[in-house]
């Protein structure tokens, strides 16, 4: 089977089928992305995020909206996913437009994480510097302490973002570096792909 052939022309189904064979296959973390946003002034940034689900509207990790890629993405919503599956020797790269989740899908996922999970992300002003591990700690404790059993409720400056994919690249290794390479771009409402030399 060809590479083509082998790829959906639907790019979100692509993606599925890949990432279920990277799950197949315990891949390590196989939902861990590299996220890249950039500042106004175009300079880039790179951190892991875990992706939490995903599907036609776009691809959702959860984070820290006062974090360093929460101020880039407020003045400049373009960014890409990177996902690497080594052992298969397959990364995907995406590109679009970053929007806030509603704070109703922020919620629901926020009240599936474990209290301890709950307290961190309430007290940590994520990005922000802190003095010592100590201060962390004692705030992460008061907290804990008055949360018990929690739930606690959504934080203001927590929550879910949501990329909306104009641009897929599908990459897998093949021998003597003539690797595979296919790339999704919208035209209408459908896509149309070309092979991009290794
Ligand atoms: C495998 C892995 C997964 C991570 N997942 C998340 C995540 O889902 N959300 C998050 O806010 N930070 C996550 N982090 C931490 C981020 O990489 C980063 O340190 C943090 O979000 C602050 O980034 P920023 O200062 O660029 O905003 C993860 C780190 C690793 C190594």
Redesign the pocket.
């Known amino acids: 089977m060809t590479f083509e052939e082998q790829l959906d022309p639907d790019p979100v189904i692509a993606f599925g089928n890949w990432f279920a064979e990277a799950q197949r296959q315990s891949v390590p973390?196989a939902e861990?992305m590299m996220l890249a946003t950039a500042d106004r002034d175009g300079r880039p940034?790179a951190?892991?995020?875990?992706l939490k689900s995903w599907g036609p509207e776009g691809f959702v990790?959860?984070?820290?909206y006062q974090?360093?890629?929460?101020e880039e993405l407020a003045t400049n919503p373009r960014a890409a996913l990177l996902l690497f599956w080594q052992p298969l020797g397959r990364q995907v790269r995406i590109e679009g437009t970053v929007r806030k989740t509603s704070e109703e899908a922020s919620r629901r996922y926020f009240q599936t994480r474990p209290v301890g999970s709950q307290v961190a992300a309430t007290v940590s002003r994520?990005?922000r510097p802190v003095g010592t591990r100590e201060e962390l700690e004692r705030a992460y404790a008061e907290l804990a302490a008055e949360a018990g059993e929690g739930p606690l409720p959504l934080p203001a400056h927590w929550g879910g973002y949501i990329l909306k994919p104009d641009v897929f690249e599908f990459w897998e290794h093949r021998d003597n570096r003539l690797h595979d390479r296919l790339r999704y771009e919208p035209e209408g409402s459908a896509w149309r792909r070309f092979r991009l030399q290794p």
């Open positions: 973390q861990a940034s951190r892991m995020v875990l990790w959860f984070t820290g974090s360093r890629k929460g994520q990005s």
